[in-house]
């Protein structure tokens, strides 16, 4: 769930109040079909629902990216999928150069966020 907003409030805000015909993909919880349908049909380009494997979210973002026009590789090479997603292996990265400092952190029933040092 989003913070102090919801979803739907969100693609209206995009869509309805800005007018931003920015590519939308939802990736939710909500599996209905009227969720579904009822955030397609309200302008979002695509809506995957959880749980979902990192390489399909990949993929789409591609597909819906190449409907909008936009640049979007043709081919997403395996070493790059397994690359964008060990969120572990960041975290042991970053940690070798700042042990003291969690750059990585995770956010329960969201995802992850990141730290940004000052």
Known sequence: MLPGMTGEELLDYIRRERRLSVPVM????????HDRV??????????LTKPFKPEEVLVRICAVLRRCGREAP???PEKTIRSMFHVSNIRKKLAKVDPDEEYVQTVWGIGFKMKCGV
């Open 26 to 33: 939802i990736l939710s919880a909500k599996g209905s079909l």
């Open 74 to 76: 043709n081919t997403v």
């Open 38 to 47: 009822e955030l397609l049909m309200d302008g979002a380009d695509d809506y």
